[in-house]
Each structure stands twice: as C-alpha cells, then as structure tokens.
C-alpha cells in the first residue's frame, strides 16, 4: 500500500510518499480503507521532534490520526461493524491515518454521519471531541450558562462554538477580522474581535473560558472566570499542569488541560448532531496525500480557518 512516512525528525521535506507493508490487525481492530483524512497541529509537533518523549525515535512512523472510509476487514472480537461499513474515528497514540489501509480500535470508530462528505467526517474526530471532551466532561457545561472560546475559527473552536449551542449555552466567541461572519455562522452570540480588543480586559465573566488555541494562561484569565469559573486549555505545559494540580485543591475557579480520549460513544454522539443539523464541519484546504508535505507546511502558519481535510485513495 502507498503512505506518507517519516524516517526522521525535520522540516515537511522528511514527509516521503512511498510503498509499505499493510498494518496487521488485532482482535479489538478494524482494517479500514482510508478514503480521507486530517491535519492536526499535533501531526506536525510530532513530525518536528517537539513530542519525542511521547514518540520516541522508532521510525519509520505513519502519521495521522483521523480518518474516514471504508471497513475491510474486522478483528475476530470487533462486534458492532461488519466490511463495507462507511466509518470515521481516531486511530489513537501511534498514528497511522496517512495512509491508504489503516487499523483502527473498535472502540475508537463509528458510523459515519449520513449527510458528510469522507473529508468532512475526518475532520472531527481529534477537534470535535477535543471540543466535547473540554466543554463537557471538564468544564460540567450546564444550559444557561456562558463560555468564551478563544480560537473559535480553528479545528478545535469551530466545533466548540457549535457544541456548546447545542448544549443551550450563551457564546462568545473571540477570533479575528476576517473570521467574523463565519463564526456567526457557527451560531455565537457574541464575537469578540482579537485584533480590536483583549478578551482578558473585558467586564464580562464567564462560567467556561477554552483556550482553544493556547495563547492565553490561567492567570490572565482569571478576571473574566465567575468565581467559580473553569478554564481549560489544550496545551499541555508545565505552567498549566501546576495550576491545574494547585486549583484541585482550592476552593474557587479551576484551570483544566484537556486530553482528548477517542471514545465510540462521544463519536455516536457528534454523529447524532451532526445528522441533526447542529454540528458541520469547515474544510480551509483539501489536499492528496502526496502533497502531505504543502498541507503540513500550510498548516504550520497557524492561518487555518477550520480543518486541512487529506484525500486518500479511490471512493
């Protein structure tokens, strides 16, 4: 099969598009021929050597950790999906996704929405879930009360912004200029303007502030949290890991880190809001595979507005 390996740490040009082996399967996994995929930030960290106490140095390594297509085979302990089932998921920790077969744990696969496109639906699963997991299992999201999400215009705001209305709360959503009219598309209730104004001044307070894209801190934060406000962010950093451990322990506002867990049932669930109308996917650029090298490289200048959705193979 054709896939985009990496034989060691670099710039996008260690990207090579080339023939390996097939991925053998295990009893829990899916054999899926990958019609689409995604790139993530984290593709990209990982490609630069930035998560190498995570990824050690065994290469070659396949990248990609979303995809969408179709089941080849199943693993003799996979029940809920049979070959031919058109499904999306997150490969999980090792990646893989950049290629044209890839395995797939059945617990972290669903059924693909009926109203998405193959590079639609591979644009959910890390950000959407991200989205979902932050508002959700650590912000205890309620109707009625208000998030701020700063980054609303990128992979993870996007879906932020929507989750969070479907779950009956007032937004407000902070991203630039020419980013405006999209995000109310997206259905925020209030937009704040980066390149205007400093969310952390504002007089307003909020029950849920997600950073999204990880540019502001806790402490910078904490004059627009109620006083028993949740902050998550989604990077991982050794200032925000002593805050989050310190505020376990204090009464009053929280800072939380989110790392997303690919499930099936929050998978099922983006599904259902999806098929309803309350969740779509925003693709910026679509590139093939073999041009995985300009997609990381685009997604490197961080002016993305929603998803870089990869084609992979024959529909």
Known sequence: MKAVVIRRYGSPEVLQYEEVEPPKIKPNELLVK???SCVN?????????????I?????????????????V?????????????????????????YAELA?????STALKPINMSYEEAASLPVTALT???????????????SVLVNGASGGVGIFAVQIAKALGVQVTAVCSTKNIE????????????YTQQDFTQDSAQYDIVLDAVAKQSFSS???????????VTTLPSIESLVQSILTTFIPGQKAKIILETPKSQDLVYLKELIEAGKIRSVIDRTYPLQQLAAAHAYSETERAVGKIAITVGSK
């Open 34 to 36: 990958v019609h689409a």
């Open 41 to 53: 930030p984290v593709d990209w960290k990982i490609r630069k050597g930035m998560l190498k106490f």
């Open 55 to 71: 990824t050690g140095n065994k290469f070659p390594m396949i990248l990609g950790f979303d995809l969408s297509g179709e089941v």
């Open 73 to 97: 085979e199943v693993g003799s302990q996979v029940t809920r999906f049979k070959p031919g089932d058109a499904i999306y998921g997150n490969v999980g920790l090792l990646g893989g996704a």
């Open 103 to 107: 395995a797939i744990p059945e617990k």
């Open 131 to 145: 989205a979902l997991q932050s508002l959700r299992d650590l912000g205890n999201i309620q109707p009625g009360q």
């Open 182 to 193: 999209l995000v109310k598309s997206l259905g925020a209730d209030r937009i704040i303007d």
């Open 221 to 231: 934060c904490r004059k627009v949290l109620k006083p028993n406000g949740i902050y």
